[in-house]
């Protein structure tokens, strides 16, 4: 009991880690004065590179041999999650940071609604009433936008689906090893926009934000999420990964005082209020039926 509170307490503290390291993209997004395409190659090849070093280095991980349970359900769910950060980093540069954040927030609700259709999975009318709370916070977030933008917000809802695919996609085939799929999924995201890809403006300065960049947002948050994770209830883990909507905005309003507008504060509060009303919600229904 002793070991699986010491691995319990870990968990929350790596899997909250990792989630600081994800809610940097947007600062790095702003940080960059090269095209999107750049972003999206340099950011691909280091994080891939970077989160084959975790894979080789870390037996916990499944190591090289992992690559090799990818399949076909596997190859999907990299050519997935690669249009899915094209469509991210997109829209960090096409809307505010504060509209990708609280935007992503929505995920667990589309991977619900997707599920039903899908796996034939009735969410429960918690969920419903949370989603319906979530949808009005956008809405109001969206309609009454000040620090946004329309085609930024459509690129994240977009987004939004993409990143619930992958989440009904690896319920449904548990057995992909995560950071392998993560790793290819990097590299798929950099062939992409090879065609339109050019090297100008792109300079040491640039580099090595991007080399840094990289690092932390995928090899430190998808590293430390991989390994803490595991040691955590599925709705702790969904409870922790919202946090990302408040720290996203607050790191690029400290560095770069980009302040959001007053129908985004009023709008992403409800969406986390849902977000995390909806998770403790499920965690004590789950609670009491163990009781039970």
């Known amino acids: 009991m002793k070991l699986q509170q010491r691995q319990h307490q870990i968990g929350l503290i790596v899997v909250a880690l990792a989630v600081v390291a994800w809610s940097s993209a947007g600062l790095f997004t702003r940080l960059l004065s090269v095209d999107v395409p750049s972003i999206l190659f340099w950011r691909g090849i280091f994080g891939a590179l970077g989160l084959l070093a975790v894979i ?3 037996p916990i991980t499944g190591g090289l041999a992992g690559f090799r349970k990818l399949g076909w359900p ?3 769910y990299a050519l997935i999650t690669a249009v899915s950060m094209v469509f991210f980093v997109s829209a960090l540069r096409y809307t505010s940071v504060a509209h990708v954040a609280i935007i992503t927030a929505i995920v667990p609700f589309a991977a ?3 599920g039903w259709f899908a796996l034939k999975e009735k969410p429960t009318h918690a969920a419903l ?3 319906a709370g979530a949808l009005f916070g956008v809405t109001i977030m969206v309609g009454l936008q000040q620090d946004g933008h329309w085609s930024g917000d459509t690129l994240a809802l977009v987004m939004a689906f993409t ?3 992958m989440i009904l996609m690896s319920r449904r085939h548990p057995q992909i090893p995560a950071l392998q799929a993560t790793c290819l999924a990097s590299l798929l995201s950099a062939l992409f926009v090879i065609p339109v890809l050019n090297f100008d403006g792109l300079n040491s300065y640039e580099l090595g934000t991007l080399f840094v960049f990289s690092f932390v947002n995928q090899v430190i948050g998808f590293g430390l999420f991989a390994l803490g994770a595991r040691w955590l209830p599925p709705t702790q883990t969904a409870l922790i990964t919202s946090l990302e909507a ?3 905005p607050l790191w690029v309003w400290m560095v770069l ?3 959001p507008g007053t129908a985004t504060i009023i709008g992403g509060g409800l969406v986390l209020m849902a977000v995390v009303g ?7 229904s789950a609670t009491q039926n163990q009781a039970a």
């Open 163 to 165: 990143m619930a695919t």
């Open 278 to 284: 909806h998770v403790l919600w499920e965690s004590r």
């Open 257 to 259: 005082s980009e302040i």
């Open 129 to 131: 009433v949370a989603s």
């Open 74 to 76: 596997g190859f999907a």
């Open 112 to 114: 619900a609604y997707l």
């Open 246 to 248: 408040p720290l996203a």
């Open 56 to 58: 080789a280095c870390l």
